[in-house]
């Protein structure tokens, strides 16, 4: 089944309690094609940059099997630029810088090549771009799934909410669900969200798992104890790639087949935090992510029966 995802593509500058970095490659598009590569090909990319890009960068995503047919290259701009720095627990984060360049007029190109895709992730970008990307499908995919931020939470409610109101799932972490909702229960704030749109929701807690919602239903996915974790960054993105790959790798859209997507989406995170940037998600075996699966399956399987 054929994927595509859309979603900013950046230099990042991040800062956590064990380093610095100086422009490193991210971005939500980066991330969750990279992550979904491991389940379904070709993932196909709607993004921009600028002339800055790190061209080698795309090669390695090529040869994951990314088509960039359709991210646009604006020569005399400069790409989207993110800084943000972790706290302590490594859980909570405040971006310090966000500048839109290349993004701030981006009009989003759909190739010939990519009308028909069955899956579409939405990744984290402006909400009236993901809404043009849908418009200019000819086909509605079987499936959308959108992820977005606090960000355009602040500046684009309204323009997000009517996005929303068009997608199938949509994932966002346990602080935005809140501001989103204004609800602080979580069970409640699913409900809210639901009633906006999407059938499916996803709240990810960070280092404590995540959980799926739909209709009266929920269910609830671990985060692996990890003994290292150096850089949450695209942690969400790669969550929500993964997701968005196993599904349409399966092409089984049911709520046990997204039960095992969020495991699948869950186990590529784990992988992507354990380094800086894209680094540990570039060059996976498929043993590595079946082990990994493996271990999200030990860490909650328990037998019910009393001795
Ligand atoms: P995550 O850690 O999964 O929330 O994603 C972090 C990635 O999102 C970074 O690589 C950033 O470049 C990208 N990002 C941060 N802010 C935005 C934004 N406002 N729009 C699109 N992408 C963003």
């Known amino acids: 089944m054929s ?14 309690p064990f380093g610095k970095t100086d422009k490193i490659i991210g971005g939500a598009a980066t991330y969750a094609a990279l ?8 993932v196909n990319v709607v993004s921009v940059v600028g002339g800055d890009f790190d061209q080698e960068h795309i090669q390695l995503m090529h040869k994951r099997g990314v088509n960039t047919d359709g991210v646009q290259v604006k020569e005399n701009e400069k790409s989207f630029f993110w800084s943000g720095r972790y706290f302590n627990d490594m859980n909570s984060r405040e971006t310090l810088v966000t500048e839109l360049n290349v993004l701030a007029n981006f009009d989003p190109v759909v190739p010939a090549s990519y009308q028909g895709c069955e899956f579409l ?11 043009t990307v849908i418009e200019r499908l000819e086909q509605r995919p079987k499936l ?21 109101a068009l997608v199938d799932v949509l994932s966002i972490n346990d602080e935005e669900a ?6 602080y229960a979580l069970a409640k704030a699913a409900k809210k969200i639901m009633a906006m749109g999407p059938k499916y929701l996803i709240i990810k807690k960070g280092e404590h798992g995540a959980l799926l919602f739909h209709k009266d239903k929920v269910f609830f996915a671990p985060a692996l ?7 949450p960054t695209g942690a ?14 399966t092409n089984n859209i049911s709520f046990e087949s997204m039960k095992r997507a969020v495991i699948h989406g ?31 399956v030990n860490l909650v399987a328990f037998d019910t029966e009393l001795a």
């Open 3 to 16: 994927l595509l995802v859309v979603g900013s593509m950046a230099f990042d500058a991040l800062e956590t």
């Open 35 to 42: 992550s979904a590569s491991y389940f379904v090909n070709p």
């Open 121 to 131: 992730m939405l990744g984290n970008l402006a909400p009236q771009v993901q809404r």
């Open 144 to 164: 959308i799934i959108m992820d977005t931020m606090n960000f355009w939470m602040d500046i684009a409610l309204e323009e997000l909410k009517q996005t929303i």
């Open 178 to 183: 809140r501001q989103l909702s204004s609800d």
């Open 225 to 231: 104890p990890l003994e290292e974790v150096f850089d």
């Open 236 to 249: 969400g993105d790669t969550f929500a790639g993964g997701f968005a790959g196993y599904l349409a790798s």
């Open 266 to 296: 869950s186990a590529l995170a784990s992988f992507c935090v354990e380094k800086f940037g894209t680094e540990r998600i570039i060059n996976l075996s498929q043993e590595e992510i079946q082990q990994r699966v493996q271990q999200f």
